[in-house]
């Protein structure tokens, strides 16, 4: 493979004039130029993206951090931030847990590892995330954004919908259609958007006048799995309640696939609320009503924030990410006799 020194060399001309020629800044003669040109057509040379990011003084690389690489919350959140990167000519670059070692410890290795491949700003999605970890980047921290996320250090750097609003949202769609007996599938309390969503839907129902005590939460972790070990769980009750809400979609697939397997008729017999609004819900049995989080638009809004921040651009950002429920078959009024 031809290197710029090849060119040079071909052309009669220093490494430095070839590269003004390459990257189209600085002055050289116009015959000088040709000749250079020519010699790069002869030997199909092609400069490396390192060459020109060196020159440039930027790499044009945006790191992203995420968790882990499965399920369906992240997918949609990579592909807003590498479509909009590529029409910049810019790249995305990925990091994530593999689950093997603490969580905090993954999320710091792979912030450092972005770091390292002269990433110009990182992107974050990190429940374990801690202020000390931030702290500990120094001048880097400057060049991140965290999402669903909120920290008083870096308070502008933070994009994240209301999670407290989100659970609000929760449980006035429940109320809505009469139900009173309701059970939740919590996610991990390590996580602060879940702690949020559950403080919110409590919260309300609490306000609602129901007594959130006699509530039965089973834990989970946002997995499908998590889904179905819950609705076993409920099913061993003496009796299911009217109504479920997930912490997430993912659990709410799997708790409507066990219920399915077993039997019990969604929603006639129980009604299903999810939480995210992810793709997967659409295209659930029954079809899922999920509290939708913007998470587009939140993601958009931070990418947005460290563009301009990285290469002086002026694009907008948004703070206010509106909150709703997509309404799909799976929440109904309670049924009139509850199965045993």
């Not at 130029?33 to 057509?41: D, F, N």
């Not at 996320?149 to 449980?171: L, P, S």
């Amino acid at each position: 493979m031809a290197t710029i020194k090849d060119v040079a060399r071909l052309a009669g001309v220093g490494v430095g004039t070839a590269s003004r020629v390459i990257s189209g800044n600085g002055s050289v003669a116009p015959a000088t130029a040709e000749r250079v040109r020519k010699v790069i057509a002869q030997l199909k040379f092609r400069p490396s993206q390192t060459a020109r990011s060196l020159g440039a003084g930027t790499s044009k690389l945006i790191g992203v951090y995420i968790p882990f690489l499965r399920g369906t919350y992240y997918t949609p959140i990579l592909r807003v931030i590498d479509t909009v990167l590529r029409t910049q000519g810019l790249h995305m670059v990925v990091a994530f847990g593999e689950g093997i070692e603490d969580e905090r410890v993954e999320t710091n290795d792979g912030m450092r590892f972005l770091l390292d491949r002269d990433c110009d700003g990182l992107i974050v999605l990190s429940n374990a995330l801690q202020d000390e970890d931030l702290k500990a980047l120094g001048p880097a921290a400057r060049q991140v954004v965290v999402l669903n996320r909120h920290f008083d250090r870096i308070k502008d750097q933070c994009f994240t919908a209301d999670h407290v609003q989100g659970g609000v949202q929760a449980a006035r769609a429940l109320l809505q259609h009469k139900h009173k007996d309701i059970a939740v599938v919590s996610g991990p309390t390590t996580s602060p958007d879940n702690v949020a969503r559950l403080n919110g839907f409590m919260g309300e129902l609490a306000l609602r006048g129901l007594d959130t005590a006699k509530i039965v939460t089973v834990p989970g972790d946002f997995s499908n799995q998590a889904g179905w070990d819950a609705a076993e769980a409920l099913l061993k009750q003496k009796r299911l309640p009217t109504a479920v809400f997930c912490a997430n979609d993912e659990m709410a697939i799997g708790l409507l696939a066990h219920f399915q397997e077993r039997g019990v008729s969604v929603p006639h017999e129980v009604s299903v609320l999810g939480y995210d609004d992810s793709p997967s819900a659409e295209f659930a049995a029954p079809r899922l009503t999920s509290v939708h989080i913007p998470s587009h638009e939140v993601t958009l809004a931070g990418l947005n924030w460290l563009l301009n921040r990285c290469y002086g651009q002026e694009l907008p950002v948004s703070r206010q990410f509106d909150i709703s429920v997509t309404w799909r078959a799976s929440v109904a009024a309670p049924p009139s006799r509850k199965r045993s």
